[in-house]
Structure formats: C-alpha cells, structure tokens
T-cell receptor, first 113, second 115 residues
C-alpha cells in the first residue's frame, strides 16, 4: 500500500536557527497536506499543496511540492519557541474520494532557548 | 461555537472490557474519521464514514467497531479483541464527499489506557 515517509524523526535546534522536514511518498500524490501537533494537542491543518512544483509561504514557513508530486518539504526560518511540536505530512489514502489520509510519522521539532 | 468534541479526554479500561469513545461534530461535515496515534508514530486510520448509515474499514480496523446513525455522531467501540488498545484516539471530519483534497478537522482526542 501507499507509504509516506518523513525525515528526520527528531530535530533539535537552537532558537533562531532554521528547520526543515522532508516528506516522500511511494506513489504520486494528487495533493499533500501539512499538519502541526503541539505537545499534548491534536493535529491542526497548516496548508495543502496541489500543483507540481508549488511553493507556498506562511510568514516564516515555506512549503514545497516536488515536480513529480512525490515529495514535499516544510522549512521554518528563524525558529521560535512557539514552533515546538510535531509536523506531519499527509497524502490521500487512495486515488480519490474522501477516504482518509495517510500520514507520515512526523518530525518532532525541539527548540533549545 | 463550531467544532468537534470527543469524550472522555482520559479513559481507563480493564482488560477484556469493551469501551466506546464519543465523537460529535456540529460543522455539518459529511465525512468522519477515526485515527489511532501511538507514541512517536503518525496517525493510522481505523474507520471512516462518508455518509450516514455507511462506514468503511481503514488500515487497522481489527478489534474496533463504529456506527454512523446520525450525521453529527461517529462513536468508536474498542472491543476486547483489540490486542493493544492503549493509545491516543483522534476523531476528524471533513466537508466534501468526493474530494480527496479536503482538509480534516480534528477533535481534542481521547487517551485510552488499558490496565
């Protein structure tokens, strides 16, 4: 079945350093979504990418979707303590229909002040 | 105040007992989902429902059951057949039936511990 892999599993950074997490799918995706889960919380939707090669920015966060629509990345510039949490990428579980998402295992971002 | 509610927040169960987790949404969403999250792991889909009175197995349905008698409600029963039920259970909903591009909205989760 479809697999979505994320690296790294954990990332320790000093506050103010940049952070990047990478997501790779075993199949071509129609879209990819990114979620953030704060410690003790639930996943919250960040963004969705649909087009090949798409780049979207949200303040200090930059999201990219690969040309082949099989990989994606999230880059955070100048991390802040509020960025702490786990970042998940997710793709449609099957080719179509609202039948759920396949999530990566997430990247845990730990920030040292 | 629209959203998804899950209850209880923490649940303890003895081995061999069935337990039902509640999920309610007032977002008027058609699709609802149950995911399981284990420490250090991503979310894995247990069951989903695209419409009232219909539901489908996800990737790890064994030992679980669901019902969808009302649009707003999608309870999950963890049965005694589930070998390792201790986990964080997340309910989610999404608006559209046919679009795989749909955003999912998550409830706060129920943390189940089997004693």
């Amino acid at each position: 079945g479809q697999q979505v892999m994320q690296i790294p599993q954990y990332q320790h950074v000093q506050e103010g350093e940049d952070f990047t997490t990478y997501c790779n799918s075993s199949t071509t995706l129609s879209n990819i979504q990114w979620y953030k889960q704060r410690p003790g919380g639930h996943p919250v939707f960040l963004i969705q990418l649909v087009k090949s090669g798409e780049v979207k920015k949200q303040k200090r966060l930059t999201f990219q979707f690969g040309e082949a629509k099989k990989n994606s990345s999230l880059h955070i510039t100048a991390t802040q303590t509020t960025d702490v949490g786990t970042y998940f990428c997710a793709g449609p579980r099957t080719g179509g229909g609202a039948d759920g998402l396949t999530f990566g295992k997430g990247t845990h971002l730990i920030i040292q002040p | 105040d629209g959203g998804i509610t899950q209850s209880p927040k923490y649940l303890f169960r003895k081995e061999g007992q069935n337990v039902t987790l509640s999920c309610e949404q007032n977002l008027n969403h058609d699709a609802m989902y149950w995911y399981r999250q284990d420490p250090g792991q991503g979310l894995r889909l247990i069951y989903y429902s695209q419409i009232v009175n219909d539901f489908q197995k996800g990737d790890i349905a064994e030992g679980y059951s669901v019902s969808r008698e009302k649009k707003e409600s999608f309870p999950l029963t963890v049965t005694s057949a589930q070998k390792n039920p201790t986990a964080f259970y997340l309910c989610a909903s999404s608006l559209q039936l046919a679009a795989s591009t749909d955003t999912q909205y998550f409830g706060p989760g129920t943390r189940l511990t089997v004693l």
